[in-house]
């Protein structure tokens, strides 16, 4: 007991050493601590699942767990509970479940309370295909990387007249040059060879054209990494025709919004796809970006793929390639033998049986 | 038995030989050219459709050319009015456009190609192409997404139809940088406009007699906006009991159409939504060479390509394939009503594709454009007794 209190102390001083990126493991089991927000719904027990295979696969990862609601502070502004942002801002990695928003709760989305807290500015979805859960769209490797702050989500809207809106599209240079450079780092960190800009900068001149005119600058800054650009609806055409032809894509926030889920759904939809978002300050939350599914909640149905792959994203974001790797492989292979599948994969089982057999591959693998 | 033979085949030879089998051959012939020509349209002069013709950029001379070979063979009534617009060629000023709006008055049907819009622009921000479409109000952008039969996609047996509200929207032009590095693009919703496209898609799916209207939104995040566009719709669904209404998010949307796509049928959207699904649903069939679509408004029709682009890559090459203009221009004729050439130029362009033995580039083949037309050619010659 004291034991663990020893070593949670020193990793949390060791932390303070350190800056933005984490440290590779070395011969030293260095525990890293991860903030845990199991979400409503299905959220804890794919939580939990989560938590057991990392348990089994020897990972050097400590959770803290939070529960994030939206309370009023100072001043009449929604934030988010003090001890939530506190463990947040310490551990600057964290791994989210779903959040549920209730319709005319009076506050914002908790998904956009906690961009706004943290400043996520990328959303990381990497669309890998998945052997053993068939879809039409085989082959498909892409990354899409999308702006979430501003564009069209920027949430300002004004009516004119009676019967007139607008909304406003918002892209500035600063955050179009951040998205871009992050692109590019991405690329560079994960061996991927292109990165495309996706925009509509023939119908949207100027907004698009900064967005694009920002990552060609940083195209010019990163030589190693091929750069192209294609409009949007081009994007679409020759992804449904042919999705092995794209790398990595980034764009502003609507169009990512839209290809991201685009995306997914070549794959197998939301329950198996991960999803990162990756803030200022070195700050990290991987999430699953399904819903809370309250219908089956509780009942052991649950398929915890989503927010297993995206704890594989963390991990290999920490460094910890290894581990991630022996997880990722366990996951791909108890889907590929297809004995033990939830019921959307298209088995019988419940969430424990998969989970455990995720464990068991994962201790064989030793 | 061989004696039995030999007669017959005797009679047989002496009938063959002798004048009156080619007589029987050429009367059955004369008899259903005579009955076709009860139902084709009077002589040419004095019924000839005028239609404007607006080649455009990139591969859209190549397919008009492909379009009026097809008429020529085919005899079908209608002449072209054509002229040149470009942005990129450096051949659009306000006189030619102009020009263009007197000819469409007149003709008020035309058949045109993509008129590609650069990126850099000189002093307005929009393009010809949309300002061509906000002085003849064409609102309304209808695409037929129809899977080809005899060209297998991942999904087949696919029948949906995009409406999508074309003049105002996100693509409304009005740009402006505030400050240095900040720019704002305005989005613009009406509830006018929106009603208008809401109650154009219902009486479009009554019309053709279409069970479901979907209306594609994001109205989650653009509470406003899109919000009043959801509203319009469900307004206008109430005139139309018959007709069943639902809504959906743009991002479910785009994860349902390649996930299940059997689940629409005809789906009204804004204008950049209905860029996006136009194309995806283009892609779902085949590319944007099968695809065709048309642009209405109060007065006018236009008939185009659905996937609008002008597919610079291509041209000179001779690969692009202009099966989505011929069905456009075959929907083009029924608009006329000339029935009849309509089912002469779809079927035919049909058939080839079915046989599978001439197709371009696109759809797997090694065709050229002029290979594939004039296959088309010889299918019409070849139409079915009516």
Known sequence: MAGTAWRSAVSRVLGSFKNGSPQPRNFIREMQTVTLIPGDGIGPEISNAVMKIFEAANAPIEWEERNVTAIKGPGGKWMIPPDAKESMDRNKIGLKGPLKTPIAAGHPSMNLLLRKTFDLYANVRPCVSIEGYKTPYTDVNLVTIRENTEGEYSGIEHLIVDGVVQSIKLITEQASERIAEYAFEYARNNQRASVTAVHKANIMRMSDGL???KCREAAEKHKDVKFTEMYLDTVCLNMVQDPTQFDVLVMPNLYGDILSDLCAGLIGGLGVTPSGNIGANGVAIFESVHGTAPDIAGKDFANPTALLLSAVMMLRHMGLHSHGKKIETACFDTIRDKKVLTKDLGGNSKCSEFTEAICQKVRDMD | MAVALKRSLAVLVKSLGGPKWWQQAS?????????????????????TFKVTMLPGDGVGPELMTAVKDVFKAGDVPVEFDEFHLSEVQNMASEDKLEELLSSMKNNKVAIKGKIHTPMEFKGELASYEMRLRRK???????????SLPGYSTRHNNLDLVIIREQTEGEYSSLEHESVPGVIECLKIITRAKSRRIAKFAFDYATKKGRNKVTAVHKANIMKLGDGLFLQCCAEVAQLYPKIKYENIIIDNCCMQLVQN?????????PNLYGN??????????????????????AEYAVFETGARHPFAQAVGRNIANPTAMLLSAANMLRHLNLEYHSHMVSDAVKRVIKQGKVRTRDLGGYCTTGDFVHAVVENLRHRPNY
Do not use: T
């Open chain 2, 261 to 269: 796509p059997y689940q629409f049928d005809v789906l009204v959207m």
């Open chain 2, 27 to 47: 009367r059955s012939v004369s008899i259903s050219a005579s009955l076709s020509r009860v139902e084709s349209p009077p002589a040419r002069a004095d019924a």
């Open chain 2, 136 to 146: 003849l109000d064409l609102f309304a952008n209808v695409v037929h997404v129809n």
């Open chain 2, 276 to 297: 996006i699904i136009d194309n995806l649903a283009a892609g779902l069939v085949g590319g944007a060479g099968v695809v065709p679509g048309e642009s209405y408004s």
């Open chain 1, 211 to 213: 967005f694009l005119r």
